[in-house]
């Protein structure tokens, strides 16, 4: 009898460990809020060594980073929703003409800018974006109009100008995006592609002169608000001498860009076929919901365990509901930076 009781003891005690050494991953998942608000942005990721950036560039990046930042960490810091935080934020990088996006948009073969973007709210999962947009000068405010003030998700081409007229946006003459760099970027992949690369590297070639030292230039947000509202925004050119009307990951809502108040917002860059074909935004929401990991397990399994074997190269911002952050790259940089509610500002391009 005696025994029996202490066998049963010794069981409860063993138990009782358990559950307290080894939490549950409901509960690794219910950690305490972090931050009540925070921002992340990204400008690209790719082939971004110190040797090839000078300091005067370096300089320039920083500040643009720096500047986009806290134009959305003034809006959630007075009480601003995180949608008017991405918008803001990433209209800074589109006016820049250092950055992917907007002004400074890579060219297509046929020497044209053609526009991507998308937009998501974490609180309904409504989302809005567009695609091979001409004339609009911020295609971020557009995919966020399509989402407000239409009843569908993407619009593409000619008609999402005219719907981006109708409804007052900024039209611009298409040479607004012509940056004399981007333009020399398309000619030198040309030439390469007509006269140094066998048949195998066409491919790759397509896209760029040598894909490994390609630069994705995008532009991207996430943000969360003090009402615990997760927004998501990207915006691109796409990639350089794309052609046929190519649509990158950027507009394609679970690809470049998701967000979920349950778990997450991320927003993605890097090759654009890989990341849609690794429904790389939504598959850290979904290891988040169905696996319980944390935000740094999922961004890290798919970034460096699932998009890494699949080929891609490329990135993702992203930001959980606690205020957590997760930078994560297979690339040599990606253009990024942070600030949350201590007013605490990470500024990086360079891996650590
Ligand atoms: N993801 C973009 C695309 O494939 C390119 C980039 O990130 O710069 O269109």
């Known amino acids: 009898m005696k025994n029996a009781f202490f066998i049963i003891l010794l069981v409860l005690i063993s138990v009782g460990c358990k559950q307290e050494t080894v939490p549950s991953s409901e509960e690794k998942n219910t950690t305490k809020q ?4 925070a921002i992340i942005i990204h400008g690209g990721a790719g082939t971004i060594l110190k040797k090839n950036l000078s300091d005067e560039k370096e300089a320039a990046y920083k500040a643009k980073l720096e500047e986009a930042v806290k134009v959305g960490h003034t809006i959630l810091k007075n009480g601003g929703t995180s949608q008017e935080a991405v918008m803001k934020t990433i209209q800074i990088m589109e006016e820049s003409p250092l950055f992917n996006a907007g002004k400074g948009a890579v ?15 974490g609180k309904t999962l409504n989302a809005g974006a567009v695609a091979g947009v001409t004339n609009v000068k911020s295609p971020i ?3 966020i109009k399509v989402m407000t003030d239409s009843d569908h998700v993407m619009l593409s081409g000619k008609g999402a100008s005219i719907f981006a007229k109708e409804k007052g946006l900024e039209i611009v003459d ?9 333009f020399q970027s398309l000619q030198r992949i040309k030439n390469k592609t007509k006269t140094e ?4 590297d066409k491919k ?10 390609a630069k994705f230039g995008t532009v991207g947000c996430v943000a969360l608000d003090k009402n615990g509202n997760i927004a998501a925004g990207t915006s691109t050119g796409g990639m350089t001498n794309k052609r046929w009307g190519r649509i990158g990951d950027a507009p394609i809502i679970g690809a470049g860009t998701y967000a979920n108040n349950k778990t997450c917002g991320v927003s993605s860059t890097g090759w654009g076929e890989y990341f849609i074909r690794g429904m790389v935004a939504y598959d850290i929401s979904a290891q988040m919901e169905y696996q319980n990991k944390s935000l740094k397990e999922a961004t890290t399994d798919v970034i460096k365990n699932k998009l890494t074997k699949l080929g891609g190269t490329g990135g993702v911002i992203a930001l959980d509901k606690n205020g957590n952050m ?12 942070s600030m949350n509610d201590k007013d605490e500002l990470v500024v990086k391009i360079y891996k650590e």
Not at 107 to 121: G, I, P, W
Not at 197 to 200: E, S
């Open 174 to 182: 298409p040479s607004y995006f012509y940056t004399e760099k981007r």
């Open 197 to 200: 690369l066998d048949h195998n």
């Open 107 to 121: 060219f297509t073969h046929e020497e044209t800018n053609e526009l991507d973007a998308s937009f998501m709210d």
């Open 141 to 143: 405010e557009l995919a």
């Open 204 to 213: 790759a070639a397509f896209y760029d002169a040598d894909i490994k030292n």
């Open 326 to 337: 997760s930078f994560e790259f297979n690339t040599a940089g990606m253009y990024r930076a």
């Open 34 to 37: 972090q931050h009540e608000f």
